[in-house]
């Protein structure tokens, strides 16, 4: 595809507001000052001092950054060309932005900005998964009404990920699963027969006599390398998030509720990710999984990629695929295509663009609720307990992620892990069972929850509420 003529209609640049200055606003407030296509000059985070500090570390003149706390000075700012840092967004309602890119990561905020901006007839570039695996197909809905769209970002995995496999069905591809690898790299050195991932390292020489599925059974083989490695972790609920926001915005589904979450060499990928019948991992086709990248030191990452495997109908044409490098499965009953990175802010412009320039959508047009993200105890919880969401991965301690069909909130139903956040629980919860919506405590004025219900009677209808 020619970028240039597709971006071509673009009579002026697409102006944004980014709200959320951590690593994936910083990255694309950079790139953004390079792209002739796009305008970003208004930032916004949990204050307009961070925020103005984001504009300093990607190189803006410190005289050209106003720290705004009004209306007013927002709109002198503006008139004057200068760049705008600020810490409530609702300031901003009165400049002309065609896209607000929501990537604070925090659910309340992260909803209450969303709902803004489609109600204001903006396009939303929803960069926060924590709110997209929650209301994501309402506030599409909502959008549509409003004459705009909501965008998944390329530069992020569901949005490559969406994209990867629209592709290939528009080939004729007949997918077998697809999915990400998990961020962190298991990283083995023979020698020392050491393993790193994620900052922690531990002595795994085990893994040695598991390099290879060649010689052993392929489920042997995954299954034992799980265990030699039971100290790392091996699902996170990020992922499961992730693939969850894909299966709302295209016909896939988990195989497990929590993933199988194999450790792979690359080329062992459309080995394990094959049926049952054949040989692999998957009780059916069209499914939906992540795995943790095997690698030595010096061999390649798949940097968090995305794939799709597919069934090699023609074994000729694979044959000679294969022999050109391409990945072909043990047996040669399918093959993996991929694209192995995600450059966050850098390459967000292309979803930001054809939402701008064109009113279009990189994920799907009408995603519904199929699943849900909800939380398990993994520990006997107490009543009064807070299920505080810590780090990098959102991580609520003595809970897992697990994938739940999609249903409207009720006092029996599970609750969503994101709305469950960070609030105290009213009863007790045994080891194994799911935290259900009467288990928590939900304010009144939860944006996040407040958008659920407009959710669940766009989709449930009578059902919204039911128990």
């Not at 792209?35 to 307009?48: E, K």
């Not at 503006?78 to 065609?98: K, M, Q, T």
């Not at 909502?142 to 390329?154: F, H, K, M």
């Amino acid at each position: 595809m020619n970028y240039h003529r597709y971006f071509n209609r673009a009579e002026k640049p697409v102006e944004t507001c980014i709200a959320g200055c951590g690593a994936f606003g910083r990255s694309y407030l950079r790139q953004a000052q390079a792209t002739p296509l796009l305008s970003a000059r208004i930032a916004i985070d949990l204050s307009g001092l961070e925020a103005a500090e984001a504009w300093r570390e990607i190189g803006i003149d410190p005289r050209e950054i106003a720290v705004c706390e009004s209306t007013a000075e927002i709109r002198t700012a503006w008139n004057a060309g200068r760049f705008i840092a600020a810490g409530d967004a609702s300031l901003v309602g009165d400049l002309p932005i065609d896209v607000f890119i929501e990537a604070t990561g925090h659910p309340e905020a992260g909803a209450r900005h969303a709902l803004m901006a489609v109600e204001r007839g903006w396009h939303l570039a929803l960069v926060s998964k924590e709110v997209d695996v929650v209301v994501g197909p309402g506030l599409s809905a909502l959008a549509r009404q409003n004459r705009c769209v909501v965008t998944p970002i390329d530069g992020d995995q569901p949005s490559l990920l969406m994209g990867l496999v629209t592709w290939a069905e528009v080939l004729g591809f007949k997918i077998v699963a697809a999915g990400k690898s998990s961020e962190y790299d298991f990283v083995f050195d023979d020698r020392s027969g050491m393993l790193s991932s994620n900052g922690r390292d531990a002595h795994v020489p085990e893994l040695a006599n598991l390099w290879s599925m060649e010689s052993q059974g392929v489920l042997d083989v995954l299954s034992e390398r799980s265990r030699v490695v039971s100290a790392f972790a091996q699902r996170t609920v990020p992922d499961l998030c992730e693939l969850l926001i894909v299966a709302n915005a295209v016909d896939l589904v988990p195989d497990r509720p929590d993933l199988h979450a194999p450790i792979l060499h690359i080329s062992e990928a459309p080995t394990a990710f094959s049926t049952v019948t054949d040989g692999g991992l998957l009780g059916g086709e069209r499914r939906i999984d992540v795995f943790n990248c095997l690698r030595k030191p010096d061999e390649l990452s798949f940097a968090g990629g995305v794939f799709v495997v597919v069934r090699c109908e023609d074994p000729t044409s694979w044959e000679m695929l294969r022999q050109k490098g391409h990945i072909v499965s043990q047996n040669g009953t399918t093959a993996l295509l991929y694209i192995p990175r995600h450059l966050l802010g850098l390459e967000a412009a292309i979803s930001i663009l054809e939402a701008g320039v064109h009113g279009m959508s990189s994920g799907a047009e009408c995603p519904k609720p199929r699943f849900d993200l909800a939380i398990r105890a993994e520990a006997d919880l107490q009543a009064d307990t807070l299920l505080t969401a810590t780090g990098h991965h959102h991580s609520i301690a003595d809970t897992s992620g697990i994938a739940v069909p999609g249903s409207p909130l009720g006092p029996r139903r599970p609750v969503p892990y994101y709305l469950a956040a960070n609030r105290r629980l009213l009863k007790p919860v045994a080891k194994g069972e799911l935290i259900r919506c009467g288990d928590i405590e939900i304010s009144e004025d939860s944006h996040l929850a407040k958008l659920r219900c407009k959710q669940d009677q766009m989709f449930f209808g009578q059902e919204a509420f039911a128990s």
